[in-house]
């Protein structure tokens, strides 16, 4: 791919991602009447709209006088019936988009993948966390919300066509992809039912970073919500994993040593900052030693219980910011030597790593 195309396809990336963060306010008219299109050609009637300010205000009320068939349970969303008949008009546009590449355009969309898809894709799934946060259950993640209302497809759709000039979709598909983008560009997220749509607003707040070379980003912020809405439900994220409040607002030691989950309490060690954290936690030094994986880094081994230790090392590789992570790896308690710590969490010998000449 030539450098110009490489800048257009960055830009039609990042027109996408916009999208799918934006913090407008949703256009309400032109989502519902997308909406109402896509439900016709998935062979429903009109829906009522309901709108909400909030997923978890979305997911937990509905409009006077509604009763929700038996076959529409929030835990079954992926089965109600509209979500599976969209679900499979997606899927066979994506399908068109494949037939249509295979073969004669297979070198371009490889590139567009790469440039375009592939970093949307990755960027979408972290937002899935902010409906999923409106669960009792968070482990409720459905085809739904990552597949149907995502925007990688239609990205890569879209560069197909202004790359390469690819037609990929029949007339009707067309006007199918056209609905699909007015939803992306016009609302945020929604849960269609047979005689009801639930859509929620767009968040007020949305803070996010970086994290690849391919502009993935992923939701973060270090003193508070990284997603607010007008509402004031929020979410928290510390580099992409979702948290409760007080690991950004708040850590400590104690609260740390409370947490039964062990990506939370990772998250809030580095909230807090590891030299922070172990004079709360009272730690005891049980032995240091220059890194031989990573030269002018230290290794340090900790009693943190009766039966575990904790190695602290230094990343290897520089973040964005310039700086070197540190982070903290559990080990069995009879280690009492760092090297040989370390070459375990590489299922080497303490001689294996001692001999590396750099890790990773």
């Known amino acids: 791919?030539?450098?110009?195309?490489?800048?257009?396809?960055?830009?039609?990336?990042?027109?996408?991602?916009?999208?799918?963060?934006?913090?407008?306010?949703?256009?309400?008219?032109?989502?519902?009447?997308?909406?109402?299109?896509?439900?016709?050609?998935?062979?429903?009637?009109?829906?009522?709209?309901?709108?909400?300010?909030?997923?978890?205000?979305?997911?937990?009320?509905?409009?006077?006088?509604?009763?929700?068939?038996?076959?529409?349970?929030?835990?079954?969303?992926?089965?109600?019936?509209?979500?599976?008949?969209?679900?499979?008009?997606?899927?066979?546009?994506?399908?068109q988009v494949d037939a249509a590449v295979r073969g004669v355009h297979r070198e371009l969309d490889v590139l567009i993948r790469a440039g375009v898809h592939d970093p949307l894709a990755w960027s979408a799934l972290q937002l899935v966390t902010v409906p999923e946060a409106a669960h009792d259950r968070p482990s409720r993640r459905t085809s739904w919300y990552e597949n149907v209302t995502a925007v990688a497809w239609q990205a890569r759709h879209d560069a197909l066509r202004r790359l390469g000039g690819v037609e990929a979709l029949s007339r009707a598909g067309e006007r199918q992809a056209r609905l699909w983008a007015a939803v992306a560009r016009s609302c945020g997220w929604w849960w269609p039912r047979r005689d009801l749509c639930v859509l929620s607003e767009r968040p007020s707040e949305l803070r996010t970073e970086v994290c690849g070379e391919r502009g993935e980003v992923r939701?973060?912020?270090?003193?508070?919500?990284?997603?607010?809405?007008?509402?004031?439900?929020?979410?928290?994220?510390?580099?992409?994993?979702?948290?409760?409040?007080?690991?950004?607002?708040?850590?400590?030691?104690?609260?740390?040593a409370q947490e039964r989950n062990v990506e939370v309490r990772r998250c809030a060690i580095e909230r807090l900052g590891w030299d922070a954290y172990i004079e709360q936690a009272g730690l005891r030094l049980v032995a240091a030693a220059p890194d031989p994986g990573n030269p002018g880094s230290e290794l340090r081994l900790y009693d943190v219980r009766a039966d575990t230790r904790v190695l602290l090392a230094v990343n290897g590789s520089v973040e964005r910011d310039g700086t070197r992570r540190r982070y903290g790896l559990t080990v069995p308690w009879y280690f009492d030597d760092p090297i040989a710590a370390a070459g375990w969490t590489y299922g080497l010998s303490a001689g294996q790593y001692a001999s590396l000449l750099r890790r990773t």
């Open 1 to 95: 791919m030539s450098a110009p195309a490489r800048r257009e396809a960055a830009t039609i990336r990042e027109e996408w991602l916009g999208l799918a963060l934006s913090t407008r306010p949703c256009d309400r008219q032109a989502a519902e009447a997308a909406i109402r299109e896509l439900y016709l050609l998935a062979g429903f009637g009109p829906p009522r709209f309901h709108w909400a300010s909030s997923p978890v205000t979305a997911l937990a009320t509905l409009p006077p006088g509604f009763r929700p068939r038996p076959d529409e349970h929030p835990d079954r969303l992926r089965h109600w019936p509209v979500v599976e008949s969209l679900s499979r008009l997606a899927a066979e546009l994506r399908g």
């Open 219 to 256: 939701m973060h912020h270090d003193g508070g919500p990284a997603v607010r809405f007008a509402d004031g439900w929020d979410v928290h994220a510390w580099h992409g994993t979702r948290v409760p409040s007080w690991v950004s607002t708040g850590p400590s030691a104690e609260r740390i």
